[in-house]
C-alpha cells in the first residue's frame, strides 16, 4: 500500500517497524509524512528526535524532544530518552532535571531511577545517586545493571558491606551469573574460587575494552613499563626473541616489546581486547583463547612469556606457572606481575581475593609455586602498579628462569 493512502496509525506502524530494522531513510520517510497530517502528534515527534540524534544530529533530537513534550507534557518515556540525550552532550544538570520529572510522573520506572543515579553520580552528587539507585533496587528491577553499576559506585565509596548486599540480591535474581557470584566473593571472602570465572573476566574486559587504555592511564598504570624495562635486564637485546604476552588485553606491552621480538603472539581471554589490540598491527598472531589452555598448546614455542596484571585473576598459581613452563623453551623467561599480600587471611593459603576483585598473593607463596614449576632463578621486587579509589596499589614484579 502506497504511503499517501495509509491510515495515521498504518503509517506511524511502519515508520516503527523499519526504524527497529535499522531502515532510517524510510522510517524518518514516514514518520516527516506523518507530520504533515498531524503536525503536533506528540509520538511521532518523539520518535523522530529519537531517529535523528541516532543519526548524528544530536541537537536537531533534543529539539524534537523538546516539541513532543510540548504536545505531551506528562510522557515520562520521552523526558528519560530526553535525559539520555542530555547526557550525550555533557549537560548533566540538565539531564538530571529531565530524569527527575520522568520519575515524579512514572515512579515506578526503573530505568529512569537508575539514569538519574548514574547522572547524580556523574555531577559528583554521591548521597543523590545513591538513593536513586536504591529506590531502582527496591523496584526490582530485572535488567541486572542496574545491580551491576550500584555494586561498583558502593565498592568506591568504600561500603563493601552494602555492595555485598547488592551482589546478593543480584544472584539471588541470577544464580548462575559469573560476575555476581565473584564480586560477592570479593566483598565478604566466603566461598571464593581458586580464579576468576571465564566469564566474568570476558563481561568485564570485553566491557572496558572501547576505553581501556584511559582508565589505566588515569590510575597511573605502570605494569607494562615496569615489566619490559626489568625484562631487558635477564633477555639478549638481538630483537629475535619469541614472545608471548599473555594476557595481552589492548596491546599495552606490545608496543614496548616489538623491537625486542622476532615474532610476538598475543592471546586474550576477551574478544574486545584482542579486537583493540588488532588496531596496533604490532602483533604476528593474535588469539582469544583461555591463557593456560593456549600455553599448553604450545609447547617449548617461546623465548619469554610476560604476563602483565594478568595472573592477578588466578588465586591458585600452580596451573599458570606450569603451563607457563611448558610453553617456554629451556633458558626460558617468565616475567610477570601480581598485587602483595600483606598479612593473608590463611597464611596456609597464600593468596586472597580483594574488594576490587582481583587477587593479592605473598611472595614466600608466589616464589614456592615458581619452584615446584621448575623455574630456578627467580627475582622479585617490590612496585606499585597503579592506583585504586585513591591509594597505592602495592605488588610484585617477577623475572623468573
Not at 543480584?170 to 564480586?183: G, K, S, V
Amino acid at each position: 500500500m502506497n504511503s499517501q493512502v495509509q491510515s495515521p496509525q498504518q503509517l506511524f506502524t511502519s515508520a516503527q517497524t523499519a526504524h527497529q530494522a535499522g531502515h532510517f531513510d524510510v522510517a524518518e520517510s514516514a514518520y516527516r509524512a506523518l507530520l504533515q497530517q498531524l503536525p503536533n502528534d506528540a509520538d511521532t515527534l518523539h520518535f523522530l528526535g529519537l531517529l535523528r540524534f541516532q543519526r548524528g544530529e544530536q541537537q536537531e533530537g533534543v529539539d524534537w524532544l523538546r516539541k513532543s513534550l510540548a504536545a505531551a507534557p506528562n510522557n515520562p518515556h520521552a523526558w528519560n530518552n530526553l535525559g539520555n540525550m542530555l547526557v550525550a552532550q555533557d549537560q548533566s544538570q540538565e539531564a538530571a532535571a529531565a530524569y527527575e520529572r520522568a520519575t515524579e510522573l512514572a515512579p515506578d520506572l526503573v530505568q529512569a531511577w537508575y539514569n538519574l543515579g548514574i547522572c547524580y553520580r556523574r555531577s559528583k552528587r554521591i548521597d543523590d545517586s545513591v538513593s536513586a539507585f536504591c529506590k531502582a533496587v527496591a523496584l526490582q528491577p530485572s535488567d541486572t545493571m542496574v545491580y551491576e553499576r550500584f555494586g561498583m559506585l558502593l565498592y568506591g565509596l568504600g561500603r563493601f558491606k552494602d555492595a555485598a548486599d547488592i551482589y546478593r540480591k543480584w544472584l539471588q535474581l541470577e544464580p548462575a551469573n559469573a560476575t555476581a557470584r565473584h564480586m560477592l566473593a570479593a566483598m565478604t571472602g566466603e566461598a571464593v574460587p581458586e580464579r576468576a570465572d571465564d566469564e566474568f573476566l570476558k563481561r568485564l574486559f570485553d566491557g572496558f575494552a572501547s576505553n581501556f587504555d584511559e582508565q589505566l592511564a588515569a590510575l597511573g598504570y605502570r605494569a607494562p613499563e615496569l615489566l619490559v624495562s626489568a625484562l631487558g635486564d635477564h633477555v639478549r637485546s638481538d630483537g629475535q626473541l619469541v614472545v608471548l604476552d599473555a594476557g595481552c588485553g589492548t596491546g599495552l606491552c606490545g608496543v614496548l616489546l616489538r623491537s625486542m621480538t622476532r615474532h610476538l603472539v598475543g592471546v586474550d581471554l576477551s574478544a574486545g581486547m584482542v579486537a583493540k589490540a588488532q588496531e596496533r598491527k604490532l602483533y604476528d598472531e593474535l588469539e582469544v583463547a583461555e591463557l593456560c589452555e593456549f600455553m599448553r598448546s604450545r609447547p617449548a614455542a617461546f623465548d619469554v612469556v610476560i604476563s602483565a596484571d594478568t595472573l592477578v585473576y588466578f588465586g591458585a598459581l600452580a596451573e599458570a606457572f606450569t603451563a607457563a613452563r611448558g610453553c617456554l623453551r629451556p633458558g626460558g623467561t617468565l616475567a610477570f606481575t601480581l598485587e602483595r599480600l600483606n598479612n593473608p587471611p590463611d597464611s596456609k593459603v597464600g593468596f586472597a581475593i580483594q574488594p576490587h576483585g582481583r587477587y593479592a598473593h605473598t611472595e614466600e607463596y608466589l616464589r614456592s609455586n615458581l619452584q615446584a614449576a621448575g623455574f630456578n632463578s627467580v627475582n622479585c621486587r617490590d612496585v606499585v602498579l597503579r592506583k585504586e579509589r585513591g591509594q597505592d596499589v602495592a605488588g610484585y614484579l617477577v623475572v623468573a628462569s
